[in-house]
């Protein structure tokens, strides 16, 4: 089973999208940016690790090979909402 789901993000603190799997894709479907950030905890909420997704640029990226326990968690670089489109196999955090 798989999932595929849209999440509104903001700059006030990161979104879980994707946990206890080995794949995810996110998409962003807005200007952006956003970062992307894989680890085994939340990062800090001011923190700026991650890949940034921003159009024009990278708006995709696939996370292949994440291990036992990681997460991806998504937070906006801007006050504004940005939306992305996460897809993944398993349940869907929160769900």
Do not use: C, H
């Not at 794949?23 to 690790?49: I, M, W």
């Not at 291990?67 to 504004?80: L, Y």
Request: charged content about 20%.
């Amino acid at each position: 089973m798989s999932y595929t789901a849209t999440n509104d993000v903001d700059g006030s603190g990161w979104t879980e999208v994707a946990t206890e799997v080995e794949t995810a894709f996110v998409q962003l479907r807005s200007p952006g940016p956003v970062l992307v950030y894989v680890g085994q905890s939340v990062p800090a909420s001011d923190s700026d690790e991650g890949v940034l997704l921003n159009d024009p640029g990278l708006v995709e990226i696939s996370i292949l090979g994440m291990e036992a326990g990681d997460s991806v968690w998504v937070k906006s670089r801007q006050s504004e909402d940005n939306t992305v489109v996460t897809s993944a196999p398993g349940t869907e955090p929160g769900a």
